[in-house]
């Protein structure tokens, strides 16, 4: 079967720095995705990765590793605003999403 | 970037009636659109996936008969929810997927039914 894991729920201080881990088993692989959704709110895309290595966007960074099946999106100088779910999801051989669950990250000042 | 539209962006009706929901790509065309369920504190849920000119493939547990997705065209597609129940109240968000297989997501749809 296909499956993406990430934690459920993750707690960091504003300034900080935070990684969220996103690891899958999936039928191909096409690509990685992550989004950022607040509550109430459709997702919001933040970072594609399909080869190996960081990709750097200001404060957000994504890193994938297509061996280790692992991915990782890493926010730094965290602000109140960056509290919301963040969803991993992979595009399988057939170009379908496949979703993690998703990281609640909640920033505490 | 690529704009997607969803309407209306909320919705209440009385249990037993339909609504429509409608998702657009706005600046590109979309052979593929998605829609997707999501209920408070829980993760997407993918309902079908629709293809231009073609029937909706619907995920499993998701009743074809109820929800009728329509996608006429590369710009639009339709969701109806027929002889909607509260249990059917929810966030139903549309994703359209461009020509380099990125997918865009519309502001979603919030339904309350009575």
């Known amino acids: 079967g296909q499956n993406i894991d990430q934690p459920t729920e993750m707690t960091a201080t504003e300034g900080a720095i935070v990684q969220i881990n996103c690891t899958y088993q999936t039928s191909g692989f096409n690509g990685l995705f992550w989004y950022q959704q607040h509550a109430g709110e459709a997702p919001t895309f933040l970072s594609y990765n399909v080869l190996d290595g960081l990709e750097e966007k200001g404060r957000f960074s994504s890193f994938l590793s297509r061996s280790k099946g692992y991915s990782y999106l890493l926010l730094k100088e965290l602000q109140m605003k960056d509290s919301a779910s963040y969803l991993c999801?992979?595009?399988?051989?057939?170009?379908?999403?496949?979703w993690g669950a998703g990281t609640k990250l909640i920033i505490k000042p | 970037g690529a704009v997607v539209s969803q309407h209306p962006s909320w919705v209440i009706c009385k249990s037993g009636t339909s609504v429509k929901i409608e998702c657009r790509s706005l600046d590109f065309q979309a052979t593929t659109m998605f829609w997707y369920r999501q209920f408070p504190k829980q993760s997407l849920m993918l309902m079908a996936t629709s293809n231009e000119g073609s029937k909706a493939t619907y995920e499993q547990g998701v009743e074809k008969d109820k929800f009728l997705i329509n996608h006429a065209s590369l710009t639009l597609s339709t969701l109806t929810v027929t002889s909607a129940h509260p249990e059917d109240s929810s966030f139903y968000i549309c994703?359209?997927?461009?020509?380099?297989?990125?997918?865009?997501f519309g502001p979603g749809t919030r339904l309350t039914v009575t």
């Open positions: 999801a992979v595009v399988d051989s057939n170009y379908q999403l496949i």
């Open positions: 994703s359209a997927r461009d020509s380099f297989h990125e997918q865009y």
